[in-house]
Each structure stands twice: as structure tokens, then as C-alpha cells.
């Protein structure tokens, strides 16, 4: 039944996903972020693999009184996935201009006794305290994460759909991972990717032989630059878009989500474009136009601060 009704969510073609973080795990965020956006009316969200995750993102819905009507996805990947980086600040380099903590979204850089340093639960690994930084003090390191350790407990406590990102040049690293996915799991599927790694050609053979293989409702998102949202304008989402129309035109399925840039411009230049799309799923765009609110302890109590955040989620959904 839940499966049929996600089904039908998707046919409607108008699909908002919201992500909260394949690397975040900020499980206040996370709840806030699902209380707000589906009291807007967003019914999809996207949180990383873990219990805590699910269970914050069901604790923000039972905040809104839609338990019953969203869906939750969780998202796993290979190793070396972008998604799944965390960045750190190294205090001896560190001059303290503190260029990072400007540049972070997540606001997952502050300054202490020691220097700038970076709180690894809110850090969703979009880089760009490591672009920012003229004096080569802020590097990168993946988490590994285990999809056979890590995937049964997710099953138990139940989620909706699975997203697999395979952001890599390694075939063999993807399809180790998918060949484990198909042991343990049976149901919806996402698979995130962009094209950094593979060409085109690449990229549409490895989706439609992933989808051969999978019997349920197969999703792809169509990942233009991961986690380069934030600003609003067409040039930002221009990759996501198009990415989005190397899918289409290859006809691998009907369920295909736009992601990497999106925002506010993203539905149009899809439309511009005469791309069928499934949906747009908004990440770093979604969290920075509501930060300053849900990082507030008070949000889920105050009802004006509360109220005010809703009118600028509204704008979007």
C-alpha cells in the first residue's frame, strides 16, 4: 500500500525532494528541516543512513501531523562519493581570518581557543571552506560506510526508498556495492550520479543496466554539481538541468529528479528546456533560505519565529 502511494506521489510529476544531508547529522536540522518543509506540503525527504536520521526526520513529520502522507529516503554510497566527505581545518596552518566560516552554509565552522575548527556532525562536505582557504589550512577526508553493517537496522526501522550515490571512476567500487544492495533490499531505489567521473556514454550504461536488474520503482537523480547550491540563478542549476536531459533523452526511465544546483530557477529551465522530469530535489538551496530559523532551539515552540520560516518554505513547494 505505502509502496503504491509513493508510486503514484511520482506519476503526479510534481516531486519536491528535500535533502537534509547525505553527510549531515545534525539530528536537530534534520527534524526542523522535515517539521518545516512538510508543514509547506513537501512529502519527500532525503536523510543519511542512519537510525538517529530516520528517526529525527519521522520526529519533524509527527511534528507536522504528515507521518502518514511523506516519504523517507535514505542515502548510501561508495566511499569515495563527494557526498560522504567531512572537511577539517588544520589549527597550525590556520592564520584565524576566518574566510571558512564565512563561505560554510552549514554554519559547521566556528572559532576556539585553538582556532578555526569544524563541527564534523553539521559539515555535509560541499567544500567550500577548502576553495576559500589562500593558506592550504582546510583538507578532506571520505567516511566509510559499511552497506551491509549499516543497511539492515535502516530496513527494521523502515524508511521508503534507498538512494545509492556512485559518484566514482571505479565501475568495480559501484557494482560492489549495487550487487550488495540487491542481497539485502527490495523496494524503490534511487540512484544519484553525476558526470564528472564518466562520460556520457558511461553514464547511460551503467543506469540502464542497474535498472535491468532492479524489479521495483527505480529512480535516477540526476546529480548536475553536488552540493553547489545555495545561490539562485539559472547559471547555478544549469549542470542540474542538463544532466537531467542526458537521462531523458536516454530514456532509461520515467522517474528522474534533479539535483547538484538546483533552487528556485531550477523548474523553469526545465521547462524551457522540454525536459520530463519527475521532480527537483533542493539540498543546500532549502537548508540556507531557512538557516537563521532552524537553528533557532526555540523553533518547533515559538509559533511567530515558526510561522516566519513557513513563509519562505511555502515560496517553494
Known amino acids: 500500500m505505502i509502496r503504491d502511494n509513493f508510486k503514484n506521489f ?17 539530528l536537530k536540522e534534520i527534524t526542523n528541516l522535515c517539521a518545516l518543509y512538510a508543514t509547506a506540503g513537501c512529502r519527500f525527504f532525503d536523510v543519511n ?11 519533524g513529520l509527527k511534528f507536522a501531523g504528515k507521518e502518514s502522507e511523506c516519504f523517507i529516503c535514505v542515502s548510501v554510497g561508495t566511499n569515495d562519493d563527494p557526498h560522504f566527505v ?14 571558512c566560516e564565512k563561505k560554510c552554509l552549514q554554519k559547521a565552522i566556528r572559532q576556539s581557543e585553538n582556532g578555526y575548527v569544524v563541527n564534523e556532525d553539521k559539515c555535509v562536505g560541499c567544500n567550500k571552506c577548502l576553495k576559500v582557504c ?3 589550512a582546510v583538507d578532506t577526508y571520505c567516511y566509510k560506510i559499511s552497506i551491509s553493517e549499516v543497511l539492515p537496522p535502516l530496513i527494521n526501522e523502515g524508511f521508503d526508498c534507498l538512494e545509492y550515490h556512485i559518484i566514482t571512476d571505479d565501475e568495480n567500487k559501484i557494482f560492489e556495492g549495487w550487487e550488495t544492495i540487491k542481497k539485502l533490499y527490495k523496494g524503490p531505489v534511487s540512484i544519484c550520479l553525476d558526470r564528472s567521473k564518466f562520460g556520457n556514454e558511461k ?13 521495483d520503482i527505480f529512480i535516477v537523480q540526476a546529480d548536475g ?33 534533479i539535483s547538484g544546483g538546483t533552487n528556485s530557477k531550477t523548474n523553469e529551465l526545465s521547462d524551457l528546456c522540454d525536459i520530463d522530469v519527475t521532480g527537483v530535489s533542493l539540498g543546500s538551496y532549502a537548508r540556507k533560505i531557512v538557516k537563521e530559523y532552524i537553528e533557532d532551539d526555540n523553533f518547533l515552540t ?12 511555502k515560496r517553494i513547494v
Not at 543512513?49 to 520526529?59: G, P, V
Not at 552540493?227 to 526511465?253: E, N, P, W
Not at 515559538?302 to 518554505?313: G, P, S, T, W, Y
Request: aromatic share 4%; with cysteine.
Open 134 to 136: 589562500s593558506h592550504n
Open 203 to 215: 553514464v547511460e550504461n551503467c543506469l540502464k543496466k542497474m535498472k535491468d536488474e532492479w524489479p
Open 49 to 59: 543512513a542512519s537510525l538517529e536520521a530516520i528517526k529525527a526526520a519521522k520526529d
Open 225 to 257: 554539481a553536488p552540493m553547489s547550491g545555495g545561490d539562485d540563478d539559472f547559471r547555478t542549476t544549469l549542470q542540474a538541468v542538463a544532466m537531467a536531459d542526458i537521462v531523458d533523452k536516454a530514456g532509461i526511465t520515467p522517474y528522474i529528479l
Open 10 to 26: 511520482l506519476d503526479n510529476k510534481n516531486c519536491l525532494k528535500i535533502i537534509c544531508g547525505a553527510g549531515n547529522k545534525d
Open 86 to 99: 567531512k572537511c577539517r581545518i588544520n589549527t597550525e596552518k590556520c592564520i584565524n581570518c576566518g574566510e
Open 302 to 313: 515559538d509559533k511567530c519565529l515558526f510561522e516566519r520560516a513557513l513563509k519562505i518554505a
